[in-house]
């Protein structure tokens, strides 16, 4: 029993007793009632004030003004009459000073089901207990409640309420209580679970649902956000839509019953969706392979290095300089006698070649300034033979424009539709003086054979080997993009193998004047037989942005995917059933289940992240059923399971874009249903356990089998060794995920790409 506090006016007016000597400390006057309280931690002055009489306005304050305090069984406050002093009562009856009440259990608050004991105790003005006084009792309001005759309570309705003893003067005292049944109903109507949203040109999602609740005043928030509730319990909320899997989160409390309740729904939202079939699906423009004026050209000078072995080339134009370099020029033109003229040796000298990109394809730009020919046969002039061996030094220049186009086929069709040839200078050295005298001065008519001659060479170069060359490295480049195969393996037992094909083919090129030009690749993901997905309320592949890429003056190689690209990825690997399993289950957790099974409502997801994240996007997982049975067996508990990680791609020491993922994803767990009295798991426990012990294996196979790798393409020598016998090999090697970032729905990787020549002897 706690001890009950005096307040400073009782103390003054039983001191007066002792100052008269008399040794009686009672007082005479008109008694006040005193109520004793007991109140639970959320009763407040309104409560109290709810039960008490009105104050008199003429009597004095009383000092100990807080009043009684949370927790206590029955705490009270004489109060004195402010007339004067009291009348003294009759000598040998007891004045009563203050009635405790208390109930048994003491709770803040009842169930409605409860019935505590009510008991009482008054006490005399000095605080000593009076035994055996008669009380009445009864419930403050009347509709709140009733006490039988044996001290029982029965409550009658939810909400505040006082059981109050009283003496025969009418000394009484209260305790009070809260009748709650427990927390409000919450039913969220719309969205359902598992929603696939969007598609509409809808930009939000429509939350609606239904909280009541008998007693308290309900309060709903939605993500956080508080929402009006009507009088019958109807809430609604627009939610701003995102991309990907939203997460809601709508909780309602009463402000009696500690805690709230919570009911969440993961939906599937995008602006359009990508149909799929049986067994194929397309993602259209699903990537762009960039090739930038830098890799073009760097506008470098060239040499042919004279030591054999390899020789690393940065850009094309170095690489169709270095070919020319090292070109046999004689093989080229083969034997040839114009008019009397032959041709017996060819140097091209150090070729000078210049690439840019314009809005209908490639022009380039070639120059030969130490062309020289060893030159042989004669000449008739005048009636007169003249002898012409010696040698010719010429500088020449040379154009022409490429074209860029996709046949029907898929292949890379480049042509060259203009071409031509100047001749700069030209200058003869001849051991017959009088031949050496004719180009001197009447060497027009040499001039243009020799003109004619160097036209041939480098129209050859031009529209012949050159397109061969641009054709095959592109095509290798291309080719190895045309069939990637991909195997999932989340290592589970129990858990199939996940296999697809990934084909990205050329369908358009796309010029950017003087900045570069761009390949746009559609995706074709095919399965060995025809699946299904395993939730029909999916239309197929969420798609984000029809916009384009930014195209970069200062990337050499660059690959631009779209996210479709890679939720096509996932959504297809969804659809082979790999996120509907029942796995065995690692010894750490076998002890506490019998069995699991997993069911994920939604496919995998890749979303742009939030700014200033380690990750530039993240991966969702939503609604995914997790069904868990007891050791005991039985019918298994239901829960529903959202999961988030940051991932970005990388690429690895074999040149593969892999997937690369946080170590620890950010994991929700709700329980859905308890088959017995008590779930099988709490809902954070499940979560632990899927973070340690399902998501690495998740993750390791995210990173081993959604990897594109884009190996370097060896260039068959047969398409350069009629040109130049010397080089005996031509490798392109790719480097993709120096730098990488998300724009727009796009994921960018950045990169260059080598050319290695093989040179020989």
């Known amino acids: 029993m706690n001890t009950p506090r005096v307040s400073i006016l009782s103390a003054w007016a039983l001191g007066l007793g002792a100052l008269a000597g008399c040794g009686d400390t009672t007082t005479s006057g008109t008694k006040t009632a005193v109520d004793a309280e007991i109140r639970p931690p959320q009763a407040d002055a309104a409560l109290v004030d709810a039960f008490l009489p009105e104050p008199d306005a003429d009597a004095p304050p009383e000092a100990d003004a807080a009043g009684p305090g949370p927790g206590d069984d029955a705490e009270v406050t004489p109060e004195v009459d402010a007339a004067g002093p009291a009348p003294k009562p009759d000598a040998g009856l007891p004045?009563?000073?203050?009635?405790?009440?208390?109930l048994d259990p003491r709770s803040p608050l009842y169930g409605p089901e409860q019935?505590?004991?009510?008991?009482?105790?008054?006490?005399?003005?000095?605080?000593?207990?009076?035994?055996?006084?008669?009380?009445?009792?009864?419930?403050?309001?009347?509709?709140?409640?009733?006490v039988d005759a044996a001290g029982l309570v029965t409550f009658l309705r939810e909400g505040p309420g006082a059981v109050v003893a009283c003496t025969a003067d009418d000394v009484c005292g209260r305790a009070f209580f809260h009748v709650d049944a427990g927390l409000p109903k919450l039913t969220v109507t719309q969205p359902e679970r598992g929603a696939a949203l969007g598609g509409d040109r809808t930009q939000t999602i429509a939350v609606r649902g239904v909280a009541t609740d008998t007693g308290g005043t309900i309060s709903v928030r939605i993500n956080?956000?508080?929402?009006?509730?009507?009088?019958?319990?109807?809430?609604?909320?627009?939610?701003?839509?995102?991309?990907?899997?939203?997460?809601?989160?709508?909780?309602?409390?009463?402000?009696?019953?500690?805690?709230?309740?919570?009911?969440?729904?993961?939906?599937?939202?995008?602006?359009?969706?990508?149909?799929?079939?049986?067994?194929?699906?397309?993602?259209?423009?699903?990537?762009?392979?960039?090739?930038?004026?830098?890799?073009?050209?760097?506008d470098a000078p060239v040499a042919v290095p004279e030591v054999e072995g390899p020789w690393t080339l940065a850009d094309l134009s170095s690489l169709l300089a270095g070919l020319l370099g090292a070109a046999d020029a004689d093989a080229l033109l083969g034997n040839v006698d114009a008019g009397g003229l032959q041709i017996e040796r060819v140097t091209l000298g150090m070729p000078e070649v210049d690439l840019y990109v314009v809005p209908e394809g490639l022009e380039l730009f070639l120059r030969l300034g130490g062309l020289h020919l060893d030159v042989a046969g004669q000449f008739a002039f005048e009636g007169a033979t003249l002898d012409l061996t010696g040698g010719l030094d010429a500088s020449l220049a040379a154009f022409a424009h490429l074209t860029f186009?996709?046949?029907?086929?898929?292949?890379?069709?480049?042509?060259?539709?203009?071409?031509?040839?100047?001749l700069e200078s030209l200058q003869g050295t001849f051991q017959d003086a009088g031949a050496q005298a004719l180009i001197d001065t009447l060497g027009s008519r040499l001039r243009g054979t020799v003109e004619g001659l160097a036209s041939g060479l480098v129209d050859d170069i031009i529209r012949e080997q050159l397109p061969t060359l641009v054709r095959t490295g592109l095509d290798g480049l291309i080719g190895s993009l045309g069939d990637i195969p991909i195997r999932l393996d989340v290592g589970l037992e129990g858990a199939p193998v996940a296999e697809l094909g990934l084909s990205l083919l050329?369908?358009?090129?796309?010029?950017?004047?003087?900045?570069?030009?761009?390949?746009?690749?559609?995706?074709?993901?095919?399965?060995?037989?025809?699946?299904?997905?395993?939730?029909?309320?999916?239309?197929?592949?969420?798609?984000?942005?029809?916009?384009?890429?930014?195209?970069?003056?200062?990337?050499?190689?660059?690959?631009?995917?779209?996210?479709?690209?890679?939720?096509?990825?996932?959504?297809?690997?969804?659809?082979?059933?790999?996120?509907?399993?029942?796995?065995?289950?690692?010894?750490?957790?076998?002890?506490?289940?019998?069995?699991?099974?997993?069911?994920?409502?939604?496919?995998?997801?890749?979303?742009?992240?939030?700014?200033?994240?380690?990750?530039?996007?993240?991966?969702?997982?939503?609604?995914?059923?997790?069904?868990?049975?007891?050791?005991?067996?039985?019918?298994?508990?239901?829960?529903?399971?959202?999961?988030?990680?940051?991932?970005?791609?990388?690429?690895?020491?074999?040149g593969a874009l892999r997937l690369v993922s946080a170590d620890m994803p950010v994991i929700q767990a709700e329980l859905l249903r308890a088959a017995g009295a008590r779930p099988v798991l709490a809902a954070d426990a499940l979560e632990a356990i899927f973070g340690a012990v399902v998501w690495p294996k998740v993750r390791d196979a995210l990173a081993g089998g959604l990897s594109l790798a884009i190996p370097s393409v060896d260039v068959d020598p047969g398409q350069i060794g009629a040109v130049a016998p010397r080089i005996q090999g031509l490798t392109l090697k790719p480097s993709l995920g120096e730098r990488s970032g998300v724009f727009e729905g796009w994921l960018l990787l950045e990169g260059s790409l080598e050319s290695v020549l093989t040179l020989g002897p």
């Open 224 to 298: 956080g956000v508080p929402v009006a509730v009507d009088g019958t319990g109807n809430f609604a909320l627009d939610v701003d839509a995102r991309f990907g899997v939203n997460h809601l989160e709508v909780t309602a409390a009463d402000g009696v019953q500690p805690g709230e309740v919570r009911v969440t729904r993961d939906v599937l939202w995008a602006p359009r969706y990508l149909r799929v079939g049986d067994t194929q699906a397309d993602v259209p423009d699903a990537a762009r392979l960039w090739l930038g004026q830098s890799l073009l050209d760097l």
């Open 506 to 654: 050329p369908e358009d090129v796309i010029r950017h004047r003087r900045t570069g030009l761009a390949l746009a690749l559609s995706a074709r993901l095919t399965h060995p037989m025809p699946v299904q997905a395993p939730n029909p309320a999916v239309p197929g592949i969420p798609g984000l942005s029809d916009g384009e890429p930014p195209a970069g003056t200062d990337v050499p190689l660059g690959l631009s995917m779209r996210l479709e690209l890679l939720n096509g990825l996932l959504h297809e690997v969804w659809r082979t059933g790999l996120l509907q399993i029942t796995p065995g289950l690692p010894p750490e957790i076998g002890a506490l289940l019998q069995s699991v099974r997993l069911d994920a409502r939604l496919p995998p997801v890749v979303a742009p992240a939030a700014p200033g994240g380690a990750f530039p996007l993240d991966a969702q997982l939503g609604d995914v059923r997790v069904f868990l049975t007891g050791p005991a067996g039985g019918e298994p508990d239901e829960y529903v399971l959202t999961l988030t990680a940051g991932i970005s791609l990388e690429m690895d020491d074999t």
């Open 405 to 422: 186009d996709i046949a029907p086929d898929g292949s890379l069709a480049i042509e060259v539709d203009q071409s031509g040839v100047v």
């Open 95 to 102: 004045v009563v000073g203050w009635v405790e009440v208390t």
């Open 115 to 146: 019935m505590p004991q009510a008991e009482a105790e008054v006490f005399d003005r000095s605080g000593h207990p009076l035994a055996g006084l008669p009380l009445t009792w009864h419930v403050e309001p009347e509709a709140a409640g009733d």
